[in-house]
Structures are given as structure tokens and as C-alpha cells.
């Protein structure tokens, strides 16, 4: 049994983001065999009692939260101290936005005191990565290794080519920039890079000198199981802030919507997570927005429909909404690329057609696809073997 501390500027709680429940399925995963430690970011600054954060995450053995820490140049002000600041920023600093603002001196002295007691501390965030091991040298590069959820510059690129003002676009384009130089960077400097996708380690490992394995993201169990009942209903979870989720969705309502509605005239999408566009998809018929819901009605509503949708087609890193639905049993269709880094045993169906996307939902509204649910039970069997190969 090895002490591991997990690094993340994400707490694990409540689950709201894909990131949140990698490392919550992670941890989950590592404490099987191991002891396991939490130190994150409470980024949302919310307030929880122990009781309810042990309730939640009883398989961390302690869990150490700071709370976040935005650095002055980021900070509210008048409108010109913050157009100052913003340019200054873009135009003189080298170093990415998102990674500057997840910098907190509370992990950094944390780990300073406390890092002798672990045989490996695993980094969830190149961002965390950079200052507490790359800008420091307390910590032995022995005991440490970054897990990259997906290629950041993959998806900074993406949002440059999905912006629609050029004001917008060319900001986004010098960032990515950064994001280009700094990631290279750190994946050379990285004493042990794991990738949750088998495509992200390929091109890691075919463009970038460094060392990089391969480790894939656990499925958390989900005590709610899915069961065929009819309801003409297809739902798809997004967070629609998010460029990519919406552009993914515009794509389904404008090629793929309309058709299924010809196959099955009682169909409906309904559409869950953070929604504020709502004017975009008023002139299509048969869609209820749900807004983000907490756990149980959420669940309600997959258990509610007959067909889960990921027609996302940018971004990067494995799709955990994807997981999800597995574990509960649903059937999956999804573009190739929102089901890129899932393992081809796990059931999900991966179209870019828009006339064989909307077939294969309508055999799946009539219960007429050759589906059967995944055992992940011998999936996350996989997954563990491959963390216990993790040698400190």
C-alpha cells in the first residue's frame, strides 16, 4: 500500500464538470489499494461542513481545502485598471491566463511541509504542475507525475476557429499561443506524464521528448441503472458556456433534429447542464431545456430517456458525460470525435452522417439496436491493474 496525494485545482465536490469526476472516479479508483489523499481548490468558494465533505468523498483518507486565491492582476477594479491589466496581460506575459490564476501559496506551503510523507504525489493540472514542481525543487521528480485530461492547445484552437468576433478570435488566438509554447514546455520537463486518452498519448508521445504512459479514465459506479421505457425521449448534458458543447449541439439541431422528428413524430430532446442561449434554438420544435439540475432529478431525467446524444465535434480529452451514460446503461451515440479515448469495448455508437445519426436514435427510440449494456465492473478492473503499475 503506498500514501498518494492526489493535486487539484478542481474539489471533487459537488460534481458539476467532467474534471471534477475524473478525479473523483480516480481517487475512487486508487483507494482500492492504496492511501489516498485530497489537497484542492475550493474554486467556487463555497462553504461545506467535514461531515458532509467525508460523507461524500469517505474514500480519501484526509482531504485538505484552500481556499481560492486570485492573484491582483486579475482582480475587479475600475474599467481602465482592468483594460490595462488585460492588455498588459495578453500582450507582455508569457505564461497563459488560466495557468497564472490557479496559482494558491496555501498548496505550495502544504507541500512544502508535507510532501515526505507521500511515495507519490499524481498532479491533475499541468497549471498546479508548473509552479509546485517545475518552479520549485523540494519535491523529488521520483515521487511525482502529472495526469493530463486533454491537450489544451487542441482545444484553445478549437475556440480560436469557433469565435465569431475578430476581436474575440485574435485575442483567443495569441492565448493560444501561449498555451502552444507553455504546454510543450512542461510536458518535456515532466519526470512522468499519464494521458486518460490513448489518441492525447499518441500525439504526445509522436511530437513531444518526454515520458508518457498511457493510464485510462475509470468509469465511477452509478447506483441508477437504466431500463428501456418508451418515452420517444433523447437527452444530451452539456454545459452550453462551453464553445464546443454548443457548437456540437447547433450541428445535431441543424442536420440531424429535424430528421429523427420525420422517423418519430412524438420524439423530443431535452437538453440539461448550464444553459443561458436559449434564443438559439427557438425555431426548433420538440426541445425542453431543463437547466442544470442536482443529482437525483438529473438522473431522473436519463433514467426518463431512451437515447443519450454527444454530437460534440471540437475540443479535446475524453468525454466523462460519455462514461457516465455507460455506467448507467443507456445507450450511447456519439460523434467520433466526442468518443475519441473511449475503449472500442465499451458500447458506444459513433456516427458523423447525419442521416445514419438520426437511424441509429430512431432504432433506439423503438428499442431495436443491438446494445448491450457494458460490464464495468471489468473495465475499472482493467483501470486499477494499470494504476498499480504506477512505480514509485
Known amino acids: 500500500m503506498k500514501n498518494i496525494l492526489i493535486v487539484s485545482q478542481e474539489l471533487p ?35 461545506f461542513s467535514n461531515n458532509e465533505l467525508k460523507k461524500n468523498l469517505d474514500f480519501f483518507n484526509q482531504i485538505h481545502i484552500f481556499s481560492r486565491e486570485i492573484p491582483s492582476l486579475f482582480q475587479k ?3 481602465f485598471n482592468s483594460i490595462f491589466h488585460f492588455c498588459i496581460n495578453l500582450f507582455f506575459q508569457k ?7 490557479s496559482q494558491n501559496n496555501g498548496i505550495y506551503e502544504f507541500l512544502k511541509l508535507n510532501h515526505k510523507r507521500y511515495d507519490l504525489i499524481l498532479f491533475e493540472n499541468y497549471n498546479t504542475f508548473y509552479q509546485y514542481v517545475l518552479c520549485s525543487s523540494f519535491i523529488p521528480e521520483n515521487k511525482v ?42 510536458y518535456g520537463l515532466s519526470p512522468l506524464t499519464y494521458s486518460i486518452s490513448i489518441e492525447d498519448f499518441n500525439i504526445l508521445n509522436n511530437n513531444i521528448q518526454g515520458n508518457f504512459k498511457y493510464l485510462p479514465q475509470h468509469i465511477r ?23 464546443p458543447n454548443l457548437h456540437g449541439l447547433l450541428w445535431y439541431l441543424e ?28 425555431k426548433f420544435p420538440n426541445i425542453q431545456i431543463t437547466g442544470f439540475l442536482k443529482s437525483e ?5 436519463f433514467l426518463n430517456a431512451d437515447v443519450m446524444i454527444n454530437p460534440v465535434m471540437k475540443g479535446a480529452g475524453v468525454k466523462i458525460k460519455v462514461l ?13 470525435h466526442s468518443a475519441s479515448g473511449i475503449d472500442k469495448s465499451l458500447n458506444v455508437f459513433r456516427y458523423d452522417e447525419p442521416s445514419k445519426f438520426a437511424e441509429v436514435i430512431y432504432k433506439g427510440l423503438k428499442n431495436d439496436l443491438k446494445f448491450k449494456a457494458a460490464d464495468i465492473r471489468d473495465y475499472n478492473m482493467i483501470c486499477n491493474n494499470k494504476l498499480t503499475d504506477i512505480n514509485v
Open 13 to 47: 465536490y459537488p460534481l458539476k464538470t467532467g474534471g471534477q469526476v475524473s478525479i473523483y472516479a480516480r481517487g475512487l479508483g486508487l483507494s482500492k489499494n492504496n492511501c489516498v489523499d485530497l489537497c484542492s481548490v475550493n474554486l467556487e468558494n463555497l462553504e
Open 77 to 79: 477594479g475600475s474599467v
Open 95 to 101: 505564461i497563459p491566463r488560466g495557468v497564472q490564476i
Open 145 to 186: 507525475a502529472l495526469i493530463t485530461h486533454n491537450i489544451e492547445k487542441k482545444l484553445a484552437f478549437d475556440n480560436v476557429k469557433l469565435a465569431k468576433n475578430i476581436v474575440l478570435k485574435f485575442i483567443l488566438y495569441i492565448e493560444y499561443k501561449k498555451i502552444f509554447a507553455y504546454e510543450n514546455m512542461v
Open 221 to 243: 459506479p452509478i447506483n441508477y441503472k437504466w431500463k428501456y421505457n418508451g418515452s420517444n425521449k433523447v437527452i444530451f448534458n452539456a454545459n452550453l458556456n462551453f464553445a
Open 255 to 282: 442536420n440531424v433534429h429535424l430528421k429523427v422528428l420525420a422517423l418519430e413524430p412524438n420524439y423530443s430532446l431535452v437538453i440539461t447542464g448550464n444553459v443561458n442561449r436559449t434564443k438559439s434554438f427557438d
Open 297 to 301: 432529478a438529473f438522473f431522473k431525467e
Open 324 to 336: 457516465d451514460a455507460i455506467s448507467i446503461g443507456i445507450p450511447v451515440i456519439s460523434t467520433k
